[in-house]
């Protein structure tokens, strides 16, 4: 009872989403040749768990159709989240600013991007069409993997050090949160027919999305191992390749059993983002050894 709680509260309840995040900071900083900080970590969890809570808060009722587990663990604190999200935020924006004023400022555009994804407003619908970011085809997955693709650069003004390392982290990111947001587009496809919302899937047909996703497979492997091969990034780094054999596993059983597409986006697909770090530091461990 007690460990089905814990499961619910750490993956349902955003905390494994929001860790993900803090993993692909410190992967960001190990590409650059940094050492993670813990104050870096910690400050990347704050805004993932503030800004995912916002969504979650917002698609309570959208999430009802496609994930009703999530759903209804949310709902005795629904209330309370718009609080909850507030202060996490808050307190990631008073870490930033004692780190410097262009690492605080680049992190106000994160923050406003959630709330145009999420919630909107009429003048963003007279500006594409939409009220949500979301709302349109691609626009939502463009987003996402944007918002996410900035944190190589975040992490870099954290370190008050450019590097060119930055372009190949950044697209390698981006084209594996494209793959990300259009497998749960699958797992959402009817909710988004009902409510009106253009994905991939629900415009493309679902055989498409998979030819998708295994583009975006493909280039963020190529991105990897080009980069490695040039120097550009710590050749140890070619081990990232393995997030295109884990995504294409998850993928195969998700043809076979559409069943589990909520553990499988979840648990499996966010889970992705706790295994980078420890694969890097275990290609540079190993790469010790071997010289």
Known sequence: MKASLLYKEFVLG?????LGTAGIAA??????QHN????????????SYGAYSINRRAEMQQDMISNPERTSHLASRSKFIPLISSAYLLLGYILA????IYFFTVL???LILAFAYSIGSKRLEKLIGARRLKDKLLVKNVVISLSWALIPFIVSLYYLKLSVAIIPISLFIFFRLMLNTIF???RDVEADRRFGVSTVPVVLGINKSFKAMELSDIASALIIILSSVANIIPSYSILLVVTSLYSFYYRHIATRD??????????????????????????????GLVV
Do not use: Q
Request: glycine share 6%.
């Open 14 to 18: 955003g905390h494994m989403l929001a």
């Open 27 to 32: 992967t960001s900083a190990l590409l650059m």
């Open 36 to 47: 993670p900080t813990f104050n870096l970590l910690l400050m990347a969890y704050l805004f």
């Open 97 to 100: 600013i004692t780190v410097n």
């Open 108 to 110: 106000l555009l994160p």
């Open 184 to 186: 749960f587009d699958v």
């Open 258 to 287: 559409n069943g589990k597409m909520n553990i499988l986006c979840d648990l499996v697909a966010d889970g992705e983002y706790l295994l980078w770090a420890p694969v890097l530091l275990a290609g540079r461990l190993l790469s």
